[in-house]
T-cell receptor
Framework: DTGVSQDPRHKITKRGQNVTFRCDPI?????LYWYRQTLGQGPEFLTY????????KSRLLSDRFSAERPKGSFSTLEIQRTEQGDSAMYLC???????????FGPGTRLLVL | QKEVEQNSGPLSVPEGAIASLNCTYS??????FFWYRQYSGKSPELIMF????GDKEDGRFTAQLNKASQYVSLLIRDSQPSDSATYLC??????????????FGRGTQLTVWP
């Protein structure tokens, strides 16, 4: 069990560019979550998948954001036309459906210039 | 809007003391409660979860839940400098439901000084 992994760990981009992040959950975990955290705040929920189905999306997830989990394993989060307000830590977590506890990956820190 | 409130601190205690961290939540339907520790620049790390009213102990950590008062707390006994971190309280609305999101507080920054 290697834990949740995320790639890249850091991303610097210019405003208007598209970025994509990847998350690999703990093996056997069928639930995968994306959160965003800004400085001084707790993580804010973005979306979650059970297997390949996207079951819940936050209003924070504007139409510039899209997430996929095509085979029910890894997931990608894409942000199109990035804005400076998108600068944050993007966190991925996973859990088993029969358990409540969510385990977080190391996060991807995004800076939009 | 489901809200989770924590004192942002900072909370400062001497080594060996008991640190008490508090959290209140607005949704009476909340069923599952979690405490995460987050070191600066790192991701949240699960410390404990609690579902039932009362106390739950794990080593130096004790979580306390009072659903009537919509209050959950974390006690850290024999605090160590390595406990210095931000502690996040998280709440899940419906145990076992398909709604998976956690609602987090802003966190309480704890400093344990030698």
């Amino acid at each position: 069990d290697t834990g949740v992994s995320q790639d890249p760990r850091h991303k610097i981009t210019k405003r208007g560019q598209n970025v994509t992040f990847r998350c690999d959950p703990i093996s056997e975990h069928n639930r995968l979550y994306w959160y965003r955290q800004t400085l001084g705040q707790g993580p804010e929920f973005l979306t979650y998948f059970q297997n390949e189905a996207q079951l819940e999306k936050s209003r924070l997830l504007s139409d510039r954001f899209s997430a996929e989990r095509p085979k029910g394993s890894f997931s990608t989060l894409e942000i199109q036309r990035t804005e400076q307000g998108d600068s944050a830590m993007y966190l991925c977590a996973s859990s088993l459906a029969i358990q409540e506890t969510q385990y977080f990956g190391p996060g991807t820190r995004l800076l939009v210039l | 809007q489901k809200e989770v409130e924590q004192n942002s601190g900072p909370l400062s205690v001497p080594e060996g003391a008991i640190a008490s961290l508090n959290c209140t939540y607005s949704d009476r339907g909340s069923q599952s409660f979690f405490w995460y520790r987050q070191y600066s620049g790192k991701s949240p790390e699960l410390i404990m979860f609690i579902y039932s009213n009362g106390d739950k102990e794990d080593g130096r950590f004790t979580a306390q839940l009072n659903k009537a008062s919509q209050y959950v707390s974390l006690l850290i006994r024999d605090s160590q400098p390595s406990d210095s971190a931000t502690y996040l309280c998280a709440v899940k609305a419906d145990r076992g439901s398909t709604l998976g999101r956690l609602y987090f507080g802003r966190g309480t920054q704890l400093t344990v000084w030698p």
